[in-house]
């Protein structure tokens, strides 16, 4: 909401900005506002209401560029925020650290600065610091779900140095536990034994932890950057370039309980190139298959040798799976192009049209897909069992609940509760019943 700085302004021309500014006719208040400029009006004014603005159009340059214009003097906390706001949308993470923190000296209060501070330390790899300023964050607004999930979001990629806080404190005593684990194979009574210490670690702390997520990542650090390319294609209907050279082996398996083994056994799984892997349950509309892995390769050739390895492993370990398989790319572009499924030969110059190129490129810029690469620092995931995979694994518990699959029971001994699950999740994933 852009407030009201009528200060020293000449009310016979703001009350109209302020009335485009109500209706979201942001092109019209800026005219005016310019015309307020011409008028020697306070330029410090005119533009913190224009950068709020840009702001709000996401327009991120022009945003800067007039939070740049506004005496140092005359800023106050939330310009401060904004203009970080602004630079961090551009890539410029450490120049936005820099005007988090000034936020921080003018107001210590101001929970969005340390969410910011977070999320920014986060990109860089400043695992410590992100942890801190979420913990900051997490003090001054303790309810607050949002920033708790950034910070189980970290869990996966660092073991803190802090153990004070009681999130931690649980987390470290869940790592402690793949000490415990037997492995090649995994057993399902070590499973079951892990599974059920992590609750009592819980129930003991009485923390009734919940994390959306749905899916366990296995990272290295290559950036597949599969966002950008599904925001593409969402939006103009066309497969990015670099998804023609993406393909991934799928593992389909027939409950929860060989979900969770496939989960330990990507833990361990020792590849060449440490591929990036993932386990899942299958949420999408129109899609078979309930329970899902994923290895993603950048060749036929690769993704042929994994699967041979993987597929002798699985059946070693006793983990049933309904069917293993090699797919090209995203599930999502098949249906608007059949032949992108091929994956016998490459079909990039029969489906990528050169036009295509044109339109990536426009997207790109729009975005600043190169910018924000700069300064990010890619990291590997640390592969080991931890607090926020226990809550997702509960996530898969639900779900399999939900959808009469009670293989579970044979390795969790305490009560599902599927109350954490909007309705339309809900409904969702009943209605997934009737396509498997």
């Not at 009350?15 to 009006?41: C, F, G, I, R, S």
């Not at 800067?64 to 939330?78: G, P, T």
């Not at 536990?177 to 670690?201: A, G, V």
Request: positive net charge; charged residues 25%; hydrophobic residues 35%.
């Amino acid at each position: 909401m852009i407030k009201n700085n009528t200060k020293n302004l000449s009310r016979e021309l703001f009350v109209p900005v302020l009335n485009y500014l109500k209706l979201k006719k942001y092109d019209q208040a800026l005219t005016l506002l310019d015309q307020l400029l011409k008028e020697k009006q306070d330029p410090n004014h005119i533009n913190k209401i224009k950068a709020k603005i840009y702001l709000n159009k996401k327009d991120w340059n022009n945003c800067l560029l007039h939070y740049e214009k506004i005496s140092s003097s005359k800023k106050n906390f939330e310009d401060s925020n904004n203009k970080g706001v602004a630079l961090f949308k551009l890539g410029r993470f450490s120049e936005a650290i820099d005007n988090f923190n000034d936020t921080i000296k003018l107001n210590k209060f101001y929970v969005p600065a340390y969410t910011n501070l977070s999320k920014a330390h986060k990109l860089l790899s400043n695992f410590e610091l992100s942890i801190k300023y979420t913990l900051n964050a997490l003090a001054l607004a303790p309810n607050n779900y949002n920033i708790q999930n950034s910070l189980f979001d970290v869990l996966n990629y660092y073991s803190p140095k802090n153990k004070k806080n009681l999130i931690l404190n649980i987390n470290e005593q869940m790592l402690k536990l793949n000490e415990t684990i037997n492995k090649n194979p995994i057993k399902d009574f070590s499973i079951n034994e892990i599974l059920n210490k992590s609750q009592k670690i819980l129930n003991e702390n009485q923390e009734n932890l919940y994390f959306p997520e749905t899916q366990i990542l296995r990272k290295n650090k290559t950036n597949l950057n599969c966002q950008r390319h599904l925001e593409i294609f969402n939006k103009y209907k066309i497969i990015p370039n670099f998804c023609f050279g993406c393909y991934k082996v799928q593992i389909t398996l027939n409950n929860v309980l060989n979900l969770i083994k496939l989960y330990f056994y990507f833990n361990d799984l020792s590849l060449e190139k440490n591929n990036i892997r993932k386990c899942m349950i299958e949420v999408r509309e129109n899609v078979k298959g309930d329970y899902k892995g994923y290895i993603y390769t950048s060749s036929i050739d690769e993704a042929k040798n994994i699967m041979e390895t993987v597929n002798k492993d699985l059946l070693s370990q006793n983990i049933n799976f309904h069917k293993i398989e090699m797919k090209h790319g995203c599930t999502e572009y098949y249906n608007q192009y059949e032949l992108y499924k091929n994956i016998q030969d490459d079909v990039t110059s029969k489906v990528y049209k050169e036009e295509w190129n044109k339109i990536e490129k426009e997207f790109d810029k729009e975005n600043f897909i190169n910018e924000n690469e700069n300064e990010k620092v890619y990291t590997s995931t640390i592969n080991k069992y931890n607090l926020t995979d226990f809550l997702i694994i509960k996530n898969w518990f639900s779900y399999a609940d939900l959808i009469g699959d009670k293989s579970y029971m044979e390795i969790f001994d305490f009560k599902i509760n599927t109350n954490y699950l909007s309705e339309i999740q809900i409904k969702k994933i009943i209605a997934r019943k009737k396509i498997n």
